[in-house]
């Protein structure tokens, strides 16, 4: 880099494998930094080579400042928003997004009006049915969770108990949205039966009904006349119209099939990927967060370089979990563009041209790296 600012000069360097020894290549963005030598890399580079990317801390959206948020929900992309909102192109006519939680993204997409419409899908049933009731009935909603609100008051830590198991026997949304706000940190928790089981912060009664009224009369507004589905991520994904954007937010590698499941279903990576490789083919323009970088690298492995995406590193703030936990840990996650929505904003460079401009906003030097095995970028 130059100051602040990222030069799009190219790099190369030589293979360390012995079975590759001899070409070069060159990285589409970055720098390099040596390792220690390792037996039986090529005799012209005797060392290997880490790949380095810059992570990307963008300046905040002024239009932002006030976007809404219906409920609390761990794993929330609102931090994010800042720098995806960027992503897409100015011609954006929907925004869909399966794996909704919170539904963070399209609500920041409304808000802005960098989408002309939204659709929000899930395969969490209980959740499409609170969103459903959200955009259908606010009054209603926030009528019933003050009901419940009140009624806790004489023995809250019982009555959280009760609205738990009534909720995994009834589905109710307004129940849902009652342990959302009480749970602790808004982490929410599954069985491996598919049962809500967190436990109630019993510090607190939950937000004051008329702070939820607000929040979900606002989100209400802000996201009218957007579509709500319950069904699967490779549905909506296909479904993304020519003129639309798809984001993904799958559970990540880490946080699924483990005994604290965060998700109500996990995802198996390899599957995950042959839906994307043909979601490439078929042309929809897509981004997905995937895989949080951490200094034990404890999610797991990078997509596939063969899908040939695009892939940014986003400074994504204090990791919830470690908090959670008793720990200031901040956290880098990975963003892909998909070949077809990289073409529309007018290729790579102005992929780069756009964040780059975002961390010179923010008034910083861009100080955070995340490195990659070489060897490991070559599988």
Known sequence: RAGHRWTAAPLRWCDPSSALAGPCHTPRFGTVHDAP?????????????????????????????????????????????????????EDTTEFVEPFAGSGAMSIAARHTGAAASASLSDVNEPLMALWGRILDDPDGLAADYEAVWTEQSADPRAYYDEARRKFNATGEPHLLLYLLNRCVKAAVRYSKTGEFNQSADNRRLGAKPATVRKR??????????SHVVAGDYASALFATPAGGVCYLDPPYQGVTNVADHRYLHGLERAGFEAVLRDAVTADVSFLVSYDVVTQ??????????TLGLTHLHLHAGRSSQATLSGEKVDTVESLYLSPALV?????????????????????????????????????
């Not at 963008?58 to 995806?84: E, M, N, T, W």
């Not at 100080?367 to 070559?378: N, P």
């Open 296 to 305: 034990d690298n404890k999610y797991g492995e990078q997509l596939s370089p």
């Open 37 to 89: 030598h390792r037996a039986g890399s090529c005799q012209s580079q005797p060392r290997i080579l880490h790949v380095v990317t810059p992570a990307i801390r963008s300046c905040q959206l002024a239009s932002l400042a006030d976007v809404p948020h219906p409920f609390p929900y761990q794993g929330s992309k609102r931090g994010l928003a800042h720098s995806i909102i960027r992503l897409l192109p």
């Open 216 to 225: 979900i009369a606002t989100t209400s507004a802000t996201m009218k006349g």
């Open 343 to 379: 073409a529309r904003l007018g290729g790579e460079q102005q992929v780069y041209d756009r964040v780059r401009a975002a961390a010179d906003a923010a008034g910083e030097p861009v100080e955070e790296w995340v490195a990659s095995r070489f060897d490991r970028l070559l599988e």
